[in-house]
């Protein structure tokens, strides 16, 4: 079950929001009375609720926004007891002062924002000793590991536990929390009214992640990132699996670049069976492969693992995509042997993505060039592939059959800028954007305008899902179904 939270200064917005939230089938709200700006009026927000209620009332410290005296908080979470509420919210430290009546189950709750205690167990121990029906922690993820230990904590509980490991670190333990056996979990009512850190928007658990559903046979795969919520990957493989009759799901798994060793060494406990890498990981996860394809090694960079036993798998969909994208926008036959000799290119930054396109071109025979921003990171690029650099200044100056960004530029909210001068586009070039959000970039925007032939950030984005999409699960995605999540999401539609 999810819980939805609401916090209004004003009686009459959480009322009607509550009315709306149990209309579009919501089975349990959080009343967050500290948000209320004015005395709390209980007999109306209380006496003809619409449903299930958690009655909160949070301290500053406790990440809330009452403002009263701690007497004055006391009373009104006895009087939320007093009115019949179904749950009410009770910090450990003042559970002793707040007696058990009526039916009201009692939620014996603990949050730390700096971090996740080495004492969860003891913890936990003592918190259920409060005449707890429900244990509930949040704390501050600052590792992959963090997450692991609060999931143990709830599979083991013997009694309900909702732990959450707050921030974008910890938002997997908000989307598995029915499948560790926790009574509920916690989302907001709108992506723009969060209450707390990492807290997802409730039909988007709903809707991508399909909550109710996950269970302990649920296959497990995810996106490694830091940062991670921005990403549309699990919005398209989730759609994905859903549509295949597939019971898996797809997580947003942020990793700080130095937490790397420990996400390897925790994830297989998780039971997570592949995943997809971008920044910063393309690099540095090919060392922990015990295979990788030979484009792998070439690369320098996997963007997939898969997870099979003790083996580590490595793949980079990236370079396979790209190829396929270029090679069709051409008309050359995909996969032929120097495909692209006599072809010449120029590839704009020194990135992840850039060095998988520039080696695929380079293993296909076509003539490269490298302009980065960086000219120390293009000159290693060149080095290690085997290509040209030009100066940053003096990119429209070449002349190319195939032009590629590889760099962030354009990408949304920089939506008004460009990599590349429209004066220097003609007719008879490709131009690849590898940015996706917004698929029409202003290169693209320009590129059509000059009647160049397009290679969009979706095209190469939706095939490099595709092919993780098979590793994953050896079936092959409906692409047209991907696509169109992707556009959705990208371009979404705006009401006048």
Same mark, same amino acid.
């Given at each position: ?40 009026? &209980? ?59 009526? +039916? ?37 993820? +600052? ?26 670190? %910890? ?98 406990? &998780? ?41 580590? &798998?490595?793949? +980079? ?24 000799? %006599? ?8 990135? %992840? ?7 695929? &071109? ?135």
């Amino acid at each position: 079950m999810i819980c939805v939270s609401l916090g209004r200064a004003r009686h009459k917005r959480m009322i009607a929001e509550h009315q709306f939230l149990v209309e579009q089938g919501a089975q349990l709200v959080e009343l967050r009375l500290d948000y209320i700006s004015r005395a709390v009026d &209980l007999k109306r927000l209380l006496n003809d609720r619409p449903g299930p209620v958690v009655a909160t009332v949070r301290r500053k410290e406790d990440g809330g926004r009452w403002e009263r005296s701690e007497q004055d908080r006391l009373m009104l979470l006895r009087s939320v007891i007093a009115a019949g509420a179904e749950y009410v919210d009770i910090e450990a430290d003042v559970a002793a002062q707040i007696p058990r009546y009526g +039916n009201t189950k009692r939620i014996i709750s603990y949050h730390d924002f700096s971090g996740t205690p080495e004492n969860l167990d003891e913890l936990h121990e003592a918190m259920a000793a409060e005449d707890a029906d429900i244990v509930k922690i949040a704390c501050m993820a +600052n590792s992959f590991s963090d997450n692991i230990r609060m999931i143990n904590l709830c599979k083991n509980a013997k009694i309900p536990t909702i732990g959450i490991c707050m921030g974008e670190i %910890g938002m997997l333990t908000r989307i598995l929390a029915n499948r560790v056996g926790s009574p509920f979990t916690y989302a907001t009512f709108s992506s723009d009214k969060k209450l707390a850190p990492g807290q997802l928007n409730w039909k988007e658990m709903n809707s991508v992640y399909h909550y109710e559903t996950i269970k302990e046979d649920t296959a497990l795969f995810g996106v490694i990132a830091d940062p991670v919520a921005h990403s549309h990957s699990p919005l398209i493989h989730n759609a994905a699996f859903v549509d295949a009759g597939l019971n898996a799901r797809y997580l947003p798994l942020r990793v700080p670049k130095d937490d790397l060793p420990s996400f390897m060494r925790t994830c297989k406990e &998780l039971g997570i069976q592949g995943i997809s890498i971008t920044i910063p990981h393309k690099e540095s996860a090919l060392q922990y492969c015990t295979q990788a394809e030979s484009s792998c090694t070439g690369i320098g960079a996997i963007n997939t693992m898969i997870f099979n036993g003790d083996d580590r &798998l490595g793949y +980079n969909t990236d370079y396979r995509a790209a190829m396929d994208c270029i090679e069709e926008s051409f008309k050359i036959e995909r996969g032929t042997e120097n495909s692209l000799q %006599g072809k010449t290119a120029l590839v704009l930054g020194a990135g %992840g993505v850039s060095r998988a396109i520039a080696w695929g &071109l380079r293993q296909r025979k076509c003539d490269v060039t490298i302009s980065s921003r960086t000219r120390e990171r293009a000159e290693m690029l060149a080095a290690d592939i085997g290509c040209r650099v030009i100066d940053w200044e003096e990119r429209h100056e070449a002349k190319v059959q195939l032009l590629i960004n590889g760099t962030p530029i354009g990408m949304h909210p920089d939506v008004d800028n460009t990599p590349f001068n429209q004066s220097a586009l003609n007719q008879f070039m490709v131009v690849f954007d590898t940015v996706y959000n917004p698929e029409n970039t202003l290169l693209i925007k320009q590129a059509t305008q000059k009647q160049s032939r397009v290679i969009t950030g979706v095209d190469m984005f939706v095939r490099q899902a595709a092919y993780q999409f098979k590793l994953f699960t050896g079936q092959e995605a409906s692409i047209e179904l991907m696509r169109k999540k992707i556009k959705e999401a990208t371009n979404p539609v705006r009401l006048n």
